[in-house]
């Protein structure tokens, strides 16, 4: 049970619900993404890229990374649709098979959403839904959240405000001001701040602090966010 962060800061910010990232934020899913990527290259006669440099690609959705996989592994700049959308589906078939081999949630995840259970709270993710569901089923955590919204749930994908749109849709149409979108990279971030909520960076995850500048707030463990944030239950009015 997480206890509420000793070390009060000057200001609390008040919410009404909270959005996720998944990978980077939520679970350390890494390995078990190099793995399908190197699975994907290697039955495309490529060189494997391995877990460090497999990290850096992550981000924009499955086929921007394997787009950007099949060029660092040296596939060459032009990749026709063809030859990329081949590679996905060997990426996903993979990716199926692997996805709970090693991806296990951050210290403290399960004990921070349980200390907002109050709060509606989504996932608001790049990763496919149906690969998200199964992670969030798996590692036991999909009862905390009344929706995934995955990068093929909508047209577009973060840095677009849509998904943080459609995840304060499913927490009851909160007003973004009183929500929060926290994450692991620039696009959570941006997308937060153009559907205008509260946007929060964690360090913890696959991109470097220097990368999230941007944010509202910044806390390399979850814990933090029980100092940081005052819970308003559903319903009050701020006075």
């Known amino acids: ?9 000057a200001h609390r910010y008040r919410v009404r619900a909270l959005l996720f990232d998944l990978d980077g934020t939520l679970v350390d899913s890494r390995r078990d993404l190099a793995t399908a990527l190197d699975l994907t ?3 495309l006669g490529l060189p494997p890229l391995g877990v ?6 992550v981000g924009d959705g499955a086929r921007r990374l394997i787009e950007r996989g099949l060029t660092a592994a040296g596939a060459g700049p032009a990749l026709s649709d063809a030859f990329v ?8 078939t993979h990716y199926a098979r692997h996805l709970l081999a090693t991806t296990r949630a951050y210290p403290h995840v399960e004990a921070v959403l349980e200390y907002f259970a109050e709060l509606p709270k989504a996932v608001v993710t790049n990763k496919p839904a149906g690969f998200s569901e199964t ?11 009344v929706a995934v919204i995955g990068g093929d749930t909508l047209p577009e994908r973060k840095p677009h405000p849509a998904p943080v749109q459609a995840g304060l849709a499913a927490c009851g149409g909160v007003n973004p001001a009183e929500a929060v979108m926290i994450g692991d990279s620039p696009n959570d971030i941006r ?6 909520t509260l946007t929060c960076g964690v360090t913890y995850g696959f991109r470097a ?13 979850l814990t933090r966010l029980t100092g940081l944030l005052q819970p308003i239950a559903v319903g009050r009015t701020l006075p």
């Open 52 to 57: 460090e440099v497999t990290t850096r690609l």
């Open 209 to 221: 602090s220097s990368e999230l500048t941007a944010a509202d707030i910044l806390v390399d463990d």
């Open 41 to 43: 290259l290697c039955d």
């Open 191 to 196: 997308a937060g701040r153009a559907a205008g």
């Open 1 to 9: 049970m997480v206890e509420p962060s000793q070390a009060q800061p």
């Open 85 to 92: 959308s081949e590679a996905l589906e060997r990426f996903k």
């Open 135 to 145: 992670i969030l089923q798996g590692l036991g955590l999909r009862t905390h959240f």
